[in-house]
Structures are given as structure tokens and as C-alpha cells.
T-cell receptor, first 112, second 114 residues
Framework: GNSVTQMEGPVTLSEEAFLTINCTYT??????LFWYVQYPGEGLQLLLK?????DKGSNKGFEATYRKETTSFHLEKGSVQVSDSAVYFC???????????FGTGTLLAVQP | DAGVIQSPRHEVTEMGQEVTLRCKPI?????LFWYRQTMMRGLELLIY????????DSGMPEDRFSAKMPNASFSTLKIQPSEPRDSAVYFC????????????FGQGTRLTVV
């Protein structure tokens, strides 16, 4: 069945550092891919999405490109801020199922 | 729209008691998901509905858990009897009719069973 694997955390960076959080997926068909962010004590918020191969989702300086050949959707940001500290979840939906399936989450801690 | 609304935000109950969590999805959304989040197991999909019909409940941990969606604007997740290992944050999410679209999450219910 469909599944998502993302890098384990925590990821600790200094402010203005470059961020990459890896995400790979297994799916039949052509799912949509998502990154969600969860701030402490809150629900998950959609950060960005891509619905087909080679699409690039972007929001708030974050980007991710839907790579079908490598089944990946890595999250990147050129210069992180302390306010980006949160847990980031990669997710997919579609293909053989309408379930919305999440990876395990990656905690990002940005230090001033 | 006010978004997905869950109640209560916090619930503390004694082991053996019945617990009911409530969710109001975004108006017009056709899909509703229930998730459980714990440190050990991460974010688990428990069950999801499409047009008020349960489609996949394979994530429901055991018979003590049940979920209903009597109409398009309301769903419940019930645990009877509750156990300390059920302590977690429970999230409800909804999405529109597209089977590949994003879901919108509520703020969650933090359940503590003592």
C-alpha cells in the first residue's frame, strides 16, 4: 500500500542556515504530495502541495518538487528563522486510495 | 468558514469511563478523517468517511473505539471503556470531494485517561 518515509529528527540549525528535510514515498498511481507543519499545541496546517510530477509547491520561502523518477518530495528553505521551529510532516493522498497518509514527522529546531 | 471544530479541547477522564470526542467539518466537505497522535506512534489514521459513510476503519485499534457520522456536519469518536494507553491527541480533518486534495485539521482534543 501507500507509504511515506521521512528523515528522522530532530534537525537543529542556526538561524539563516539552509534546510533540507527528505521525504520519499511508495504509491500506486499518481498521488498528490503535501508538506504540513505543526506548531506546539496546534493542529496541522498545510504548508505546500504538488499534484503531479515535476510540480513545485512553494509557500513562505519553503519549496518542494514532486520527483516521480526518485519518488521524492524533499522540503527545502534557503534561510530558516527561529519562527520556523516546528514539526514538519510529509504526506500523500490518492493513487489507489483516498486515504491521507503521513510520515513520522521531523522536528526542526532553529537557534538564534 | 470557521474551519474544522473539535470539542472538547481537553478531556481528563478515569479509566473505564466512556469518552466522546466531537467534530464539525468544514461546510461542503465530503471527506472526514480521524487521527490519533502520540509520541511513540506518531500520527495514525483511525478511520475516514466519505459522504457520511465509513470507508476504511482499519486503523481503529480495537472494539473499544467506534466512530459515527450521522450527518454531513457532525462526527463522533467514542472510546468505551477508556484505558490509560488511549491518552493522546485526537485530530479530526476534512477535505472536499477530490480524492487527492488536501485536508484541513481541527485544533485537536487532548485526552488524558488516568
Amino acid at each position: 500500500g501507500n507509504s511515506v518515509t521521512q528523515m528522522e529528527g530532530p534537525v537543529t540549525l542556526s538561524e539563516e542556515a539552509f534546510l533540507t528535510i527528505n521525504c520519499t514515498y511508495t504509491a500506486t498511481g499518481y498521488p498528490s504530495l503535501f508538506w504540513y507543519v505543526q506548531y506546539p499545541g496546534e493542529g496541522l496546517q498545510l504548508l505546500l502541495k504538488a499534484t503531479k510530477a515535476d510540480d513545485k509547491g512553494s509557500n513562505k520561502g519553503f519549496e518542494a518538487t514532486y520527483r516521480k523518477e526518485t519518488t521524492s518530495f524533499h522540503l527545502e528553505k534557503g534561510s530558516v528563522q527561529v519562527s520556523d521551529s516546528a514539526v514538519y510532516f510529509c504526506a500523500l493522498r490518492g493513487g489507489a486510495t483516498n486515504k491521507l497518509i503521513f510520515g513520522t514527522g521531523t522536528l526542526l529546531a532553529v537557534q538564534p | 468558514d470557521a474551519g474544522v471544530i473539535q470539542s472538547p479541547r481537553h478531556e481528563v477522564t478515569e479509566m473505564g469511563q466512556e469518552v466522546t470526542l466531537r467534530c464539525k467539518p468544514i461546510s461542503g466537505h465530503d471527506y472526514l478523517f480521524w487521527y490519533r497522535q502520540t509520541m511513540m506512534r506518531g500520527l495514525e489514521l483511525l478511520i475516514y468517511f466519505n459522504n457520511n459513510v465509513p470507508i476504511d476503519d482499519s486503523g481503529m485499534p480495537e472494539d473499544r473505539f467506534s466512530a459515527k457520522m450521522p450527518n454531513a456536519s457532525f462526527s463522533t469518536l467514542k472510546i468505551q471503556p477508556s484505558e490509560p494507553r488511549d491518552s493522546a491527541v485526537y485530530f479530526c480533518a476534512s477535505s472536499d470531494e477530490g480524492g487527492r486534495t488536501e485536508a484541513f485539521f481541527g485544533q485537536g482534543t487532548r485526552l488524558t485517561v488516568v
